[in-house]
């Protein structure tokens, strides 16, 4: 492979690594938002937020990039840059997800620590912020990780847009060389080693949060939970 | 093997050229050790054959650790088992598996099979371990639900049954096996107390009906004492007092054996 | 804002060959995610006892790891480039399958690594008393695995497989970039013929949304029923 090949692939690599830091950060966002609004005394607030996790997880990730790339502009005459379509039309996929997570760590916090909370006067907004939020946190860390690597694997779907990610750049040097073998093992090897990463860099988050939150970590054993899958 | 053979085969005739008269079991210094904790401590005991040895004392004393190491469900960390003169540790794989099947275990939670009816968890072995026919296999299950009185149940799981009934079943399905050795793990601790009786009775039956080898841990000092030839009393892993039941239970000897049949009985 | 009902009118027939393609993938690539997938989970397990010391243990790490290595590699890598690299690749070794081939192979390698997962939860949520009973009753370890741990351990992991289902019928679609005419891709053929996109994609995003709801639905009272 020639250098300017290489450049392209790096290149490849920057704009994989911006759709997935600014998709997680719509995730995230969308995730907390939506999974606490799960929890709202409101009903319609509940439902309305039941709506949304329920349509995006059961829908393909690929048919809301198709939906956002295509409809959206032509809808409501929104044309959006490409990174900005790919990062809402993850955010939004991957904060459903996110939103069960965040779901269901709210929903194992003790009732007990509620009651205190309310024994001592806290609003709802204070009671979530200063006693469910540090408790629930930690234990949403494992399955937000998982859930990143589904994330990052997921960025790739936009290529299929035309976006030169990692994914889109290995298509290209294949046209180039004409040859698939080695490229794609390198655009594989390299979306591998990124998960590796990111996989390293949330244990020691989770180290982290759970020190302060007076816990100490347990190993555990990631099953990671289907993406894509209709069940919490 | 036809049906109207005992129950339990002769003992002596699978044993091996080791075999002093009637010894069948014996644990040589066998130390055992969880981490820092040490269960079997330099053990020493024998078993001779057809004999019904019962051993008591407090938790944690390494009584079940002994059956887990006679069952090869552990392994000892020094010393040697021998069962009719033949070693356990270290043994090939189907040295071990020969000895085995000499050898039947009631375990405290039963154990059963659940996703295999009555008839076919007792059948399991005895078919694909032995050798034998469906038909015999199923002959010999029959009788043996008979003999611990659930011959109306052989078509239901396990889940549909009480303990107690479960229990019954376990012991059915160690028999079937027609070991020389049955070992019982407190096998009425996680019964109802209710259910207890209905167990007892069948293995009070079996001692007195066959001539199978019995060790057995329990918390049951009646029992106990009605089955037993030998009593063993342990205490920090290592046997603190032998003797017959009537010896111990009515006469004991060590400070510890008074203590604890005072606290349990 | 228009919305052409006669557009939808116009593709519908386009989309009922594509549910067909879509339906086939997911039932064969699911197949042969569940069957790899225990494959590798079992080629991870020791064999007999999980505590049992046996002589034949030496080799097993030398299965284990490599095993473990490439389904973690798998698992972690993206379903759309391990589908170019079967695509591309191996017509290059010489190997030629269709593309609807291709992509259920792809589909369910890529998947198999996460029911191996499912499987091992199951296999370890059967209790030590059983595989003690098994030696107790000195079944040998091949009737031990077919007879008395896997009947247990699949049985409990029949709703997560049917998780993965689901997860397989989303990711279907990834296969229209090597080709193969599923819903979105016939969706996307009929929108550059067309130059309607609206209407096709908005009747597949329906699509998968009334498919995978109750799906989801079904397999929360199936697993109320397994798992008691």
Not at chain 1, 150 to 162: I, P
Not at chain 1, 166 to 172: I, R, T, W
Not at chain 2, 147 to 173: E, F, M, N, T
Not at chain 3, 151 to 178: C, E, F, H, S, W
Request: charged residues 15%.
């Amino acid at each position: 492979m020639t250098s300017g090949l290489w450049h392209l692939v790096l290149s490849g690599v920057w704009t994989t690594l911006q759709l997935l830091v600014l998709g997680a950060l719509l995730a995230t966002a969308v995730s907390f938002i939506v999974g606490m609004a799960r929890t709202h005394r409101l009903w319609i607030v509940r439902f309305a937020a039941g709506v949304y996790t329920e349509v995006f997880r059961g829908t393909s990730t690929l048919i809301m990039i198709f939906w956002v790339f295509f409809v959206l502009p032509l809808a409501f005459g929104w044309q959006l840059v490409p990174m900005w379509a790919g990062t809402l039309a993850l955010g939004l996929t991957y904060g459903a997800y996110g939103a069960e997570i965040v779901r269901g760590a709210l929903n194992s916090v003790d009732p007990a620590q509620c009651e205190g909370g309310i024994a001592l006067g806290f609003t709802p907004w204070q009671r979530m912020r200063k006693i469910l939020l540090p408790q629930a946190v930690p234990e949403m860390i494992p399955s937000f990780c998982n859930l990143l690597v589904e994330l990052l694997k997921g960025t790739a779907l936009v290529s299929v847009m035309g976006m030169g990610d990692l994914a889109f750049s290995g298509n290209l040097v294949r046209l180039a060389l004409q040859e698939s073998a080695e490229i794609y093992a390198y655009i594989l090897l390299i979306y591998f080693v990124i998960a590796f990463l990111l996989t390293r860099m949330m244990r020691l988050l989770e180290h982290r949060l759970k020190a302060r939150a007076g816990k100490t970590p347990r190993p555990h054993v990631l099953v990671p939970e289907p993406v894509g899958g209709g069940l919490s | 093997m036809s049906a109207d053979t005992p129950l339990v085969k002769e003992p002596d005739a699978q044993a091996g050229p080791a075999a002093t008269a009637g010894e069948l079991i014996r644990f040589d210094r066998v130390t055992k050790r969880f981490g820092d904790h040490t269960v079997l401590d330099r053990l020493d005991f024998s078993v001779d054959a057809g004999k019904h040895v019962t051993l008591i004392g407090p938790s944690g004393s390494g009584k079940t650790t002994i059956l887990r190491l006679l069952m090869t469900l552990a392994e000892p960390d020094e010393g040697t088992i021998t069962v009719a003169g033949q070693q356990l540790f270290p043994a090939g794989e189907k040295q071990i598996r020969e000895i085995r099947k000499n050898i039947g275990m009631v375990f405290q939670q039963f154990n059963l099979f659940p996703n295999m009816k009555v008839l076919r968890n007792i059948t399991e072995a005895p078919v694909t371990v032995l050798g034998l026919s469906k038909d015999e296999a199923e002959q010999r299950a029959r009788e043996l639900l008979d003999l611990v009185g659930l011959s109306d149940h052989l078509d239901k799981y396990p889940g549909q049954l009480s303990g107690g009934q479960q229990q019954r079943v376990a012991i059915a399905r160690a028999l079937a096996m027609r070991p020389q050795v049955l070992l019982l793990d407190e096998v009425t601790s996680a019964l109802d107390p209710e259910l207890v009786a209905g167990v007892l009775d069948v293995l009070r039956d079996i001692a007195r009906t066959t001539d199978i080898t019995m060790l057995c841990v329990t918390h049951e000092m009646n029992f106990a004492r009605d089955i037993s030839d030998e009593v063993l009393m342990f205490d920090s892993g290592r046997v603190i007092e032998a003797g017959s039941p009537e010896k111990i239970f009515s006469t004991p000897e060590h400070t510890r054996t008074r203590e604890f049949l005072s606290a349990v009985l | 804002m228009t919305w052409d009902w006669g557009a939808v009118r116009d593709f519908m027939p386009h989309f009922w060959d594509g549910l067909l393609v879509t339906l086939q993938a997911l039932a064969l690539g699911s197949l042969i995610s569940f069957a790899l997938g225990l494959v590798w989970a079992l080629l991870m397990q020791t064999p007999g006892l999980p505590h049992a010391r046996t002589n034949s243990r030496g080799w097993y790490p030398l299965v284990r790891w490599p095993v473990g290595i490439v389904t973690e590699f798998i698992r972690d890598t993206p379903l759309l480039v391990q589908l170019f690299f079967l695509f591309y690749v191996l017509p290059e070794w010489g190997l030629t399958f269709s593309a609807l081939t291709t992509g259920v192979v792809a589909i369910g390698l890529h998947y198999s690594t996460y029911t191996m997962q499912v499987y091992r939860a199951g296999i370890e949520a059967v209790p030590t008393g059983q595989w003690e009973a098994a030696t107790a009753l000195s079944l040998p370890p091949t009737r031990t695995w077919t007879a008395v741990i896997l009947p247990q351990a699949i049985r409990r992991v029949v709703p997560a497989l049917g998780n993965y289902v689901i997860a397989i019928l989303k990711d279907t679609p990834v296969l229209m970039a090597i080709t193969v005419l599923d819903m979105l891709g016939e969706a996307r053929l009929f929108s550059q013929q067309h130059f309607q996109f609206t209407e096709p994609l908005t009747v597949i995003g329906v699509a998968f949304v009334l498919i995978s709801y109750p799906a989801s639905l079904l397999l929360r009272a199936l697993e109320r029923r397994l798992v008691r």
